[in-house]
């Protein structure tokens, strides 16, 4: 057996996979949305609850901006003939 990698495409242009980087974006998103939802419980909500909303609110926005930026840097950082 060979130890290449098999080619796809012409001339091998897509060979491998395009995989974006590691990222705790994902991760910050989930604790926001749980922060979130955890200050619309009812016994929570009466003593600090609209500062918890506010902050997983807060947060959630922040990370969904970060998650934007670092997608469109990626994908303007792709060649061109990997756009189409």
């Known amino acids: 057996m060979s130890?290449?990698?098999p080619q796809?495409?012409?001339?091998?242009?897509?060979?491998?996979?395009h995989l974006p980087?590691?990222?705790?974006?994902?991760?910050?998103?989930a604790l926001s949305?749980?922060?979130?939802?955890?200050?619309?419980l009812g016994d929570i909500r009466n003593v600090v609850g609209p500062a918890m909303w506010l902050v997983g609110l807060?947060?959630?926005i922040a990370s969904l901006v970060v998650w934007a930026r670092a997608a469109r840097?990626?994908?303007?950082?792709l060649?061109?003939?990997?756009?189409h």
């Open 3 to 5: 130890d290449e990698q």
């Open 8 to 17: 796809h495409g012409e001339g091998g242009k897509h060979a491998t996979p």
């Open 21 to 29: 980087p590691p990222s705790f974006v994902p991760v910050s998103v």
């Open 33 to 40: 949305l749980a922060v979130l939802f955890v200050g619309f």
């Open 58 to 60: 807060l947060g959630l």
């Open 73 to 77: 840097t990626e994908y303007l950082e």
């Open 79 to 83: 060649p061109e003939d990997a756009s």
